[in-house]
């Protein structure tokens, strides 16, 4: 398998459900992203890893909290998520940390919070 | 503040030409990204500008001019399978991208 992957790609959940969203990537990158995207709305960053370790928390709030065990996975754990979160969420990576490579996307979870 | 502006939704005919326009302000400037998103797709790579000029591959380009904080991407002989939304990014200095919203691109035969 190549490039990025995301599990699961569709999912609702509601408000006081905790579920996991799962980014893998093949492409031996040192840094990932998560992005939320909202209709008609730019990219939001969420977090960024760089080698594994977080370098940017873009004032997310409590309820979404990522994990990443190795340069390869990354995880976005939810909670008690409010309906505003519905969107798709979009993981990528990049060759090398605070770079200009290319970022590569995942092709995104759907997520509809009931 | 970091902004990028770009039309909301554009229309062309198969076979024909279209410019997409983008315009930037971020804090430090680190390169200028297009991106092409077909609905319920990733966003795919297109092209990255850091100097100015023309940058031409294939059907696609993209121009850059950083005095004025303007790009275009520009799609000539326009197929059916171009039709998707085209979103511009700049790179600050931190090498954070600065999204804009996208450009439905709707291609009529």
């Known amino acids: 398998e190549t490039g990025v992957t995301q599990t699961p790609r569709h999912l609702v959940m509601g408000m006081t459900n905790k579920k996991s969203l799962k980014c893998e990537q093949h492409?031996?990158?040192?840094?990932m992203y998560w992005y939320k995207q909202s209709a008609k709305k730019p990219l939001e960053l969420m977090f960024v890893?760089?080698?594994?370790?977080?370098?940017e928390n873009n004032s997310v709030p409590s309820r979404f909290s990522p994990e990443c065990p190795n340069s390869s996975h990354l995880f976005l754990h939810l909670h008690t998520l409010q309906p505003e979160d519905s969107a798709l969420y979009l993981c990528?990576?990049?060759?090398?940390?605070?770079?200009?490579?290319?970022?590569?996307f995942g092709p995104g979870t759907r997520l509809t919070v009931t | 503040g970091q902004n990028i502006d770009q039309p909301t939704e554009m229309t062309a005919t198969e076979g024909a030409i279209v410019q997409i326009n983008c315009t930037y302000q971020?804090?430090?400037?680190?390169?200028l990204f297009w991106y092409q998103q077909h609905a319920g797709e990733a966003p795919t790579f297109l092209s990255y500008?850091?100097l100015d000029g023309l940058e031409e591959k294939g059907r696609f380009s993209s121009f850059l001019s950083r005095s004025k904080g303007y790009s275009y991407l520009l799609l000539k002989e326009l197929q059916m399978k171009d039709s998707a939304s085209y979103l511009c990014?700049?790179?600050?200095?931190?090498?954070?991208?600065?999204w804009g919203a996208g450009t439905k691109l709707i291609i009529k035969p």
């Open positions: 492409l031996g990158h040192n840094a």
């Open positions: 890893y760089n080698f594994k370790e977080q370098t």
């Open positions: 990528a990576s990049s060759q090398e940390p605070s770079s200009s490579y290319e970022q590569y």
């Open positions: 971020t804090s430090g400037f680190n390169g």
């Open positions: 990014a700049g790179m600050d200095s931190n090498y954070q991208l600065i």
């Open positions: 500008n850091v």
